[in-house]
């Protein structure tokens, strides 16, 4: 359950370059961005600086100087929902946004620039699940992974894997791996061999409220700890601690209701 980068940096695992499909950088919006700040400061370990203005009042969270998340504001007269959304690299944003448009996606956002950091565009999937593209210029991606506060998977949870997956293998050329355990609807979408992201289809146990999603796991040393830090903050515990053949895992939600996912990996 790794990343595939074209090339390793030398932080702490982190690619100098994304190859296209990778997942590259999430970002959350949401209402209030300074008691956000505050609950993942606290949470991870981040501190924040400003972001592009072109993207309004946004924030870049550091973790040990090390960019590896975004938080922006929603806007007060649109009513969004307040969520994390994966953004997948890629070499040319515009054309990779038109081949969404023709594969049945829609875009939501862009393409346009963000100053000099790169390029972007928000779509979905035809499912309705919502994800970003991201053209790297000068910002390239999340700066830091395999330690502690830091995304360590993207989990597409929809209705049904396999058709969902022809898009982004469309995309960006995926190959598909499946799982062999029975009953289960699950793959998991490749670049040259390693894996990138998962496509988990739960069918009509799909909650209606939620609807198709990606889901974000961010790195933490210990699960149950971090679960009683996520409710001492304010936050919300929606799927329990429990183990996987990914570690130790748990899903929850931050003060204002965006949800992610606890890993506690296995060494």
Not at 63 to 73: F, K, N, S, Y
Not at 163 to 191: I, W
Request: charged letters at 20%; aromatic letters at 8%.
């Amino acid at each position: 359950m790794t990343e595939a980068p074209q090339s390793a940096g030398p932080n702490g695992g982190a690619p100098a370059r994304y190859t296209p499909g990778t997942p590259c950088w999430v970002s959350l919006m949401a209402h209030q961005v300074a008691a956000t700040e505050a609950f993942y400061g606290e949470l991870f370990g981040w501190e924040f600086r400003p972001g592009p203005k072109q993207l309004g009042p946004y924030v870049r969270a550091l973790l040990d100087g090390h960019e590896v998340a975004g938080i922006g504001q929603l806007p007060p007269d649109r009513r969004l929902p307040v969520a994390w959304t994966p953004y997948l690299a890629s070499d040319d944003v515009d054309l990779t946004a038109e081949t969404v448009r023709l594969c049945g996606g829609t875009l939501g956002v862009g393409p346009l620039d963000a100053a000099e950091a790169g390029r972007l565009a928000i779509g979905s999937d035809p499912s309705g699940a919502v994800f970003g593209l991201w053209q790297a210029g000068a910002h390239q991606g999340t700066g830091i992974s395999g330690v502690p506060g830091t995304p360590v998977w993207n989990e597409l949870v929809t209705y049904e894997a396999a058709t969902v997956a022809k898009f982004y293998e469309t995309l960006f050329g995926y190959e598909e791996r499946r799982s062999t355990a029975d009953g289960l609807d699950e793959l998991t979408l490749c670049l040259d061999g390693r894996p990138v992201a998962g496509v988990r289809g739960l069918g009509p146990s799909l909650p209606r409220d939620r609807g198709p999603h990606w889901t974000t796991y961010f790195e933490v040393a210990d699960t149950d700890a971090a679960l009683s830090r996520v409710v001492a903050l304010g936050g919300h515990v929606l799927d329990p601690a429990h183990d996987t053949d990914r570690g130790r895992t748990a899903t929850v939600a931050d003060p204002e209701g965006a949800r992610f996912a606890l890993l506690q990996r296995r060494r």
